[in-house]
Every structure is written in structure tokens, then in C-alpha cells.
């Protein structure tokens, strides 16, 4: 398949009639998808019941006979301000009891059910217009959810509901305070309407109550997305795409993904290096206009397989971004390299945020493909670049990694609710296992809890899944290649008590985690080799064998020859010699990478990424900061 670009544009932003000018530089740019609509709710429904679709339905023509696929948003991340006279109660609120107003965007409480159903009116609607409009060739539903920690709100509709789903979930008060264990101060309840919201406790509120929070409030969103998935697909049968962010754990993808037929994401590296990841000053200086050399690949790994394959990037960043901290402009070449990145990870059509620059409101510092004055903005010459080089280039296509990743939404939950060390967060043990995976040069897929089948992976890694689940423990067990569990994985029941026996419980295989630590950032356990385990450290019993040791002889990775058990979270240098020495012995390639150079094989071709700001050298040939080269697999 001929890899695709495209763009996101706002016609209701700028006077029609400059629309078909716009959409003529967009095809001549070398695009083609244009995404609209997906914060036009004012303008679509101006007041409640008064629909005024003309506006659209021109400006679909417009793109669409410039030779445009247009991707319909439906607006539901910006519901218009009568909506809140309407629904008062509609608005959610805070962990500190405090409504969110309007005034921004994204001002709805998933679980507020009068909402949910004006959004799939207001879906049904659009689907009964545009759902066999030639134009239209693909559908976005809603915006980024959970952009600005939208999914935890403590409402009153979200108490109601959380309420009749623990009456659902547990049938009786009784079976409730069983499983959470609320003997434990006198926290026990007689009927599930006494059953408040995890918040505003005097103390931390009971580890279960807030995980069954967690799972309640994902399960608003999995309801949110599908009320409106199942309206549009009464009318279409384009495909259906949410815009997942980076990051963001607060609801399971996985489960949005199963309603949707492609998972897409938002992808701002810089953006993201100066806000949202960890790194010391050096190396954020040293990526500060490139982006973490691992954040795009690891979003993209996941997003294709939440996607069951099918992987679009929504919004690339193009140039400075107008939210972070500091926000400095990308080095000439990133625009190109970011996207032959998705490319090279699946991604089927990679779209730019935004068209043009807005010279009003509150993204008017964000960059665009044209300035606020129509004139080329620096992004735009590196995306004609890249629709060039698709034309010239043999198709790509995704090939099976050799390594894998598992990661699971539920134990992020499970750990923010009990972090037991401060930065003890899942995203964060999951990347560090990622970064080390690409360091040494594989190419990585990620997989759901529930995988049932490993055959074809030579490398699995598990960190930090709270309970294992029955596939996997089964998979696990049949596992040809080498896996490597832990910290933390299987150590836990689905209710956050710990399981008797006591985890890690793997078929055929003796390891407890008889005691845990967590340590505070600059202390660390040092391992026999000199190797250091921050953060996290447990200790193994058993009579499994050992195959690393602490300097204190305490056990640091036990197994066999196809299941290890990690006990602590080693830092980057050791994670490095661990992932070496596990491929060395199971006779997997490790490619030596220059530090920020990165690779990504597809089934015919070797795709390298010079991160660096300054140029390396690969095999002989000279990379340039911010380059991309490829070359065929023999
Ligand atoms: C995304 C969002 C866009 C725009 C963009 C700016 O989070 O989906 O609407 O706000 O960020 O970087």
C-alpha cells in the first residue's frame, strides 16, 4: 500500500473563499487527506435542534473535488456554550470537588448519560448526511480523549454511576467488602449507595475502591466512543479513527480500539520532550529540537497493534508548538524524518497539525504548514519532500518484529493507585524496557495482556504486569524464545491484594517476591557485574536458578532458559547488558548503534534515523543531523 500525507484544516477558521485556494495548495503540496470538523459544533448546530450543515456541506465539496479525502470529525470535544444550559450538570469535576468550566475545551464528564446521548444524536445526525458522501473516506470520533485529564471526574453522574456499576460488578455489599478488604478500619458498607468517590478522604483511600474507579471511569470512555462508532457505521462504511495521545494511560486503548478500525495518534516530539518525559538537562539539550529518539516508535509500535494493524499518525507537529513549557523549533529535516519514522512503523497516512497558522485564539503561537500569512511555513517544503520520495520509494510494508513488549492499561492503573516509591509509574518501566529493546537495534512489537500466542518472538518482555492473564501464563508456558518478567509482574490479584501463594506464580518455575523496596533517586542497589537497580528492588526466594546476583548475593534475575524474573528496575547501562547478554544467548542480532541512531526494519527495507543534532555515520555512509536513509534487506 502506497503510503499517504494529509492535514488537518479548519474551514470554518478562514473566509470560504479562500477554502478552494487552500485545498489547491494542499493537493499541489502533495497531500492527500484533509481532516475537518472535529470543533465545529457551533457552527454546525449554532442552537439546540437548528442545524445549519450547508456551511460543510460546501466546504466537503470544496476539498473533495480538489481531489481531497476528507476524515469528518464529529465535534463532541467541544460541546457549544448552550449545551451546558441544557445539561448544567454536564460539566466535570475535579479530584478537589471543583466544576472544570467552559471556555476551552473538552468540558463534558464522560459518565454524564444526557451528554452521551446528544453526542450520538448529533453523530447520528452527521452520519445520515455525510455517511455516503463520496468525500467522505474516513471518520474521526471526538478529539484526543483524555487531553487535559479528562477522564477521572468526580461528579455527581459519575458517582451515580460508579454506584450501579459496583452493584453490577460485585451483586452484593457483603462480596464488595470481601474483595477490597474493608475490615481493614471499619470501612465497610451495608448498601452500594454509601459508596462515595475515591476523593477528598482524610487519607489515602482504599487501593481496590480506586482501581475499581479506574475501571469504571475507562469503561465511560470504552461507552463514549461506541454510542457514537455504532450510529456512524448505520451510515458508513468509511473507517472509523479516534486520535490517541502519548502518554496517556488514564483509559484502556486497547478496549477503545476493539470499537474502531484504526488507531491513530497525536505526535508532537518536542512538544512531548519538554513537557511529558523524563531525561536529564544534558539529554534533553541534546534532543531539545529532534524529541526523544524512542517516544515516537514505542507510540507507534502501540497504537499499530491497538489499531489491529492499521496505524494512522492524526496530527504531526510541524514546527513550534504553543503548550510546553518552552517550545523551540524543530532542526530542518525533523518534519521528514518524524514522518518516514510512521511510515517505517506502519503508519498508513501521517497527517499535519495544522494547515495554516491561526493568528486568533489560544493555539495562535502553534506552527502550521503556512504561516498566519499564507506564506509557506518551513514544514511544508519537508512534507512535498516526503510525497516526492513515497512516489519514488518501492511500498513498505510492516514486518513481524523480534521483539515484543506487553503492555497493559489495568496495571497502569493498579500502580498509580499503590505506587509504593514515588516514581513508580507503568508508562515509565514500560519505556525504559522499550528504549533499551531499540538501543539494541530491534525492531519491537506491542502487545495486549490478553496475547494468547508468542510464536515467531525470539524476545518478550513483561514489566509491571499486575496480574498475568490466563492466555498469556499459557503462552508464557509454551514459550519457545526467552521472556523477561518482572519487577513487579504477577505479584498482585485483579483486586491489588497480594495472591497466596505469593507471586510471581509461572508454571514450573519457583520465585516469590518474599520482600519489596523502593528507593529514593539517588540511592541504588548495585548488582555483581557493577549493573544498578533504581527505584524499585524485591527479593527473590526459590529454588529457581540464579542467573544474576546482587553485590549482596541477593538473587537479581532467576528462571530458566525461557522465563526470567527481573528483580528491580535496572538503569539504562544495565538494561542495556541485560537485553545484550539475553540476545547473545538465544543467537538474536544486536546491531551497535551510535548513540541517536535508531533503526526500524520493515520485510524489504532498513530504515535509519539520525536523532542527533549533528552527523553520524552508518556503515560507511554519512547520516546528517535530522536524516533518514534506507536501504533494501537482502
Ligand atoms: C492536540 C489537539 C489539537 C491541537 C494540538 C496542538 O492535542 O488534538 O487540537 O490542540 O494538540 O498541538
Known amino acids: 500500500m502506497k503510503r499517504t500525507l494529509g492535514v488537518c484544516y479548519y474551514p470554518e477558521h478562514w473566509p470560504e473563499a479562500q477554502w478552494s485556494t487552500d485545498a489547491s495548495q494542499m493537493t499541489a503540496a502533495g497531500l492527500t487527506w484533509v481532516r475537518i470538523g472535529e470543533f465545529g459544533w457551533s457552527r454546525m448546530e449554532p442552537s439546540p435542534g437548528k442545524l445549519t450543515w450547508e456551511w460543510l456541506d460546501r466546504a466537503i465539496d470544496v476539498l473533495g473535488n480538489a481531489g481531497l479525502k476528507v476524515i469528518l470529525g464529529t465535534p463532541t470535544a467541544t460541546p457549544p456554550r448552550w449545551m451546558i444550559d441544557k445539561h448544567p450538570d454536564m460539566l466535570a469535576v475535579d479530584a478537589d470537588g471543583r466544576t472544570r468550566k467552559f471556555g476551552s475545551r473538552r468540558h463534558y464528564d464522560f459518565s454524564h448519560l444526557g451528554y452521551r446521548d446528544e453526542c450520538k444524536r448529533i453523530a447520528r445526525l452527521m452520519g445520515e448526511r455525510y455517511g455516503r458522501n463520496p468525500h467522505v473516506a474516513a471518520w474521526q470520533i471526538d478529539n484526543e480523549y483524555d487531553c487535559h485529564e479528562t477522564t477521572l471526574s468526580y461528579s455527581d453522574a459519575a458517582r451515580n454511576g460508579f454506584q450501579d456499576w459496583l452493584a453490577q460488578k460485585y451483586q452484593s455489599p457483603d462480596a464488595l467488602n470481601r474483595a477490597w478488604g474493608n475490615v481493614f478500619w471499619s470501612m465497610e458498607y451495608d448498601s452500594f449507595d454509601q459508596i462515595d468517590l475515591p476523593n477528598l478522604t482524610v487519607t489515602e483511600p482504599n487501593h481496590p475502591h480506586q482501581l475499581a474507579f479506574r475501571r469504571f471511569s475507562s469503561d465511560q470512555v470504552v461507552a463514549f466512543n461506541k454510542v457514537q462508532a455504532d450510529e456512524l457505521r448505520k451510515h458508513s462504511d468509511a473507517p472509523l479513527i479516534h486520535n490517541y495521545m502519548g502518554r496517556i494511560t488514564a483509559f484502556d486503548h486497547w478496549k477503545v480500539g476493539a470499537d474502531l478500525d484504526i488507531a491513530s495518534w497525536d505526535s508532537y516530539p518536542i512538544g512531548f520532550l519538554s513537557d511529558r518525559l523524563e531525561g536529564s538537562p544534558d539529554f534533553k539539550q541534546a534532543y531539545l529540537r529532534q524529541g526523544h529518539p524512542d517516544n515516537q516508535a514505542f507510540h507507534h509500535d502501540l497504537y499499530r497493534a491497538v489499531g489491529k494493524g492499521r496505524l494512522w499518525v492524526m496530527e504531526q507537529q510541524p514546527g513550534p508548538v504553543n503548550w510546553a513549557p518552552y517550545n523551540p523549533a524543530p532542526l530542518p529535516g525533523m518534519a521528514r524524518l518524524w514522518t518516514w519514522e510512521a511510515f517505517a512503523h506502519g503508519a498508513e497516512t501521517v497527517c499535519y497539525f495544522r494547515w495554516r497558522q491561526a ?151 519457583d520465585i516469590t517476591v518474599a520482600l519489596t523496596e523502593s528507593m529514593p533517586p539517588d540511592d541504588a542497589i548495585t548488582l555483581e557485574d557493577g549493573g544498578q537497580f533504581h527505584h524499585w528492588f524485591e527479593h527473590l526466594e526459590g529454588t529457581a536458578e540464579i542467573f544474576t546476583k546482587t553485590q549482596s548475593g541477593h538473587p537479581a534475575i532467576m528462571g530458566n ?72 534487506l537482502s
Not at 513515497?390 to 489495568?410: C, G, M, N, S, W
Not at 496480574?467 to 504477577?490: I, K, W
Not at 537485553?579 to 530504515?607: A, M, N, W, Y
Request: with cysteine; hydrophobic share 45%.
Open 359 to 509: 493568528p486568533f485564539a489560544q493555539e495562535q503561537m502553534h506552527a502550521g504548514l503556512l504561516r498566519p500569512d499564507s506564506a509557506p511555513a518551513p514544514a511544508l517544503a519537508e512534507a512535498r519532500q516526503v510525497a516526492d520520495e513515497i512516489a519514488a520509494l518501492p511500498d513498505v510494508a510492516t514486518a513481524k518484529a523480534q521483539a515484543a513488549l506487553v503492555f497493559d492499561y489495568e496495571s497502569a492503573w493498579g500502580w498509580d493507585a499503590q505506587p509504593q516509591g514515588a516514581d513508580f509509574e507503568m508508562f515509565r518501566l514500560a519505556f525504559a524496557a522499550y528504549c533499551a529493546l531499540r538501543r539494541a537495534g530491534l525492531s519491537i512489537d506491542i502487545l495486549p495482556p490478553e496475547t494468547a500466542d508468542l510464536s515467531g518472538y525470539k524476545l518478550v518482555l513483561a514489566p509491571g504486569i499486575m496480574v498475568l492473564s490466563d492466555p498469556l501464563r499459557a503462552a508464557l508456558a509454551r514459550f519457545e524464545g526467552t521472556a523477561l518478567l518482572g519487577p513487579r509482574t504477577d505479584t498482585k490479584t485483579p483486586e491489588l491484594s497480594i495472591p497466596t501463594p505469593m507471586g510471581p506464580n509461572l508454571d514450573g518455575l
Open 561 to 632: 532458559a525461557n522465563v526470567r524474573y527481573l528483580a528491580g528496575w535496572p538503569d539504562e547501562a544495565t538494561f542495556d547488558g541485560i537485553i545484550q547478554s539475553l540476545c547473545t544467548e538465544h543467537g538474536i542480532e544486536v546491531v551497535k548503534l551510535p548513540e541517536g541512531l535508531r533503526i526500524r526494519d520493515t520485510d524489504t527495507h532498513r530504515f535509519i534515523f539520525n536523532y542527533a543534532n549533528h552527523p553520524l555515520t552508518w556503515n560507511r555512509t554519512q547520516i546528517p543531523a535530522a536524516g533518514v536513509h534506507w536501504e533494501a
